[in-house]
């Protein structure tokens, strides 16, 4: 893989204006590890292959910069020993100029329509992998692979085996099973995450490389990997997994983070930092949503609301007081910072996927039609995806040692089905 992955460095620098092109195998824009370890899987298997006349190269889908941000990505490379001096990001390729010179193929995996801000590129795409729910029009010169499994690797696992399993070393091995343990929650029942195509090439896999890492273990390893946010600043942490809603004159952000709120409000200058993130990413209000663990392991959520206008601060923070569908249950607590107001919140059904409608009813009564948008340039990342979930299939809250990505998953989904309990329930 390290030779593969050194040659499409080189490819890309040296024959990025002559030959005959690119086959990029190009994941979606959250650029988790699903879609990392499908990109370089897939266009590893294309090229070992020779399936395609162009130069396969696998592409992240976000700048490198924000890599950073993909802790539990960071960590799987390094298991498996591979630099991510070696990826190839979105921001060092032109896919529009390779495309309008004849030299562009892209193959989407962990995805089936592309963003509308990528849909001139639509005319480039060959092939698709996926395991989410069909969004694409049927096309006989697009053939697409569709499968609602826990995680798209399993497709790729399942097309190499099939196709060219010699392609398999324990490297790839590794890169694959991690992702599909990750992704299908310790392949536990319970999660409603995976599926018996899921189940069935994680113990092939385990049949044929017997040295791969104990699964619990490297389940574990990567959870924690996943929300590790140690060594991150607070512009860091609250671009893991931001959301931007706009509306009339205001945009505001509402970003997920994985600290308990008193720990995040004694960053050190935090609150000037948080003023120098609004400015940077035109923001005029901030909503930290925390989600943390209690000692008995039960889950808890608290929430800040920042601006340095002392109005908007005011009204969304009665806005969300007061709301009852569904009510927050906000107690305020103390903050150290006089632009910071900070609440624990009873109702933990709401997540940030709850909290948004809120946030849009506030905008719409202050007379801004709301629209949702990421920040293009510093921060083009949708909220942490609901990757792998099978439709339907509700996470069990019994987990002891389920992530809290999973909780998001399970309690954005309770609310869906039992809005009353949603309401009443705290």
Do not use: W
């Amino acid at each position: 893989m390290e030779a593969f992955l050194s040659r499409c460095v080189e490819a890309l620098q040296t024959n990025i204006d002559q030959g005959p092109g690119f086959h990029v195998v190009l994941g979606n824009e959250a650029c988790d590890v699903d879609s990392m370890v499908c990109a370089m899987a897939y266009a590893y298997f294309l090229f070992k292959t020779g399936h395609s006349e162009m130069t396969p190269l696998p592409v992240l889908n976000i700048p490198r910069a924000q890599f950073i941000l993909r802790s539990d990505n960071i960590f799987l490379l390094r298991q498996s020993g591979l630099s991510q001096d070696l990826l190839l990001f979105r921001d060092q390729l032109n896919l529009r100029s390779l495309q309008s010179s004849g030299r562009l193929a892209l193959t989407l995996v962990d995805h089936n329509v592309l963003p509308s801000s990528d849909s001139d590129l639509e005319g480039a795409v060959v092939e698709v992998i996926d395991h989410h729910m069909l969004e694409r029009k049927p096309s006989t010169s697009c053939p697409v692979t569709m499968e609602t499994v826990g995680s798209c690797a399993t497709l790729v696992t399942e097309r190499i085996i099939q196709k060219a399993p010699e392609v398999l070393d324990p490297q790839l091995a590794l890169l694959l099973y991690g992702n599909v343990v990750l992704d299908c929650v310790n392949m536990a029942p319970e999660a409603g995450k995976v599926t018996p195509k899921d189940s069935q090439y994680a113990a092939q896999l385990e049949m044929q490389f017997p040295a791969l890492p104990p699964r619990g273990a490297l389940f574990q390893s990567l959870q924690n990997a996943k929300f590790d946010v140690s060594g991150l600043t607070s512009e860091q942490m609250l671009l893991k997994d931001m959301k931007v809603v706009t509306g009339g004159e205001l945009n505001l952000a509402v970003s997920v983070i994985y600290v308990t709120l008193e720990e995040f409000l004694q960053r050190a200058e935090l609150e000037q930092e948080l003023c120098r993130f609004c400015q940077k990413h035109g923001c005029h209000l901030l909503l930290a949503m925390s989600i943390s663990f209690r000692d008995n392991k039960q889950p808890f959520r608290q929430l800040a609301v920042y601006s340095a206008n002392a109005l908007y601060r005011e009204e969304v923070s009665q806005a969300l007081e007061q709301a009852c569908n569904p009510a927050l249950s906000l107690r305020p607590i103390s903050s150290p910072h006089s632009h910071i107001k900070a609440y624990l919140q009873g109702n933990t059904l709401v997540s940030r996927k709850k909290l948004l409608p809120l946030v849009k009813d506030f905008l719409r009564e202050r007379g801004g039609e709301p629209g949702e948008g990421e920040e293009e340039e510093e921060a083009p990342l949708p909220p942490t995806p609901m990757n792998s979930l099978v439709e339907g299939c509700p996470l069990d809250g019994g987990l002891p040692r389920i992530s809290a990505q999973a909780l998001e998953e399970t309690f954005s989904k309770m609310a869906d089905q039992e809005p009353l309990r949603a309401t009443e329930g705290h």
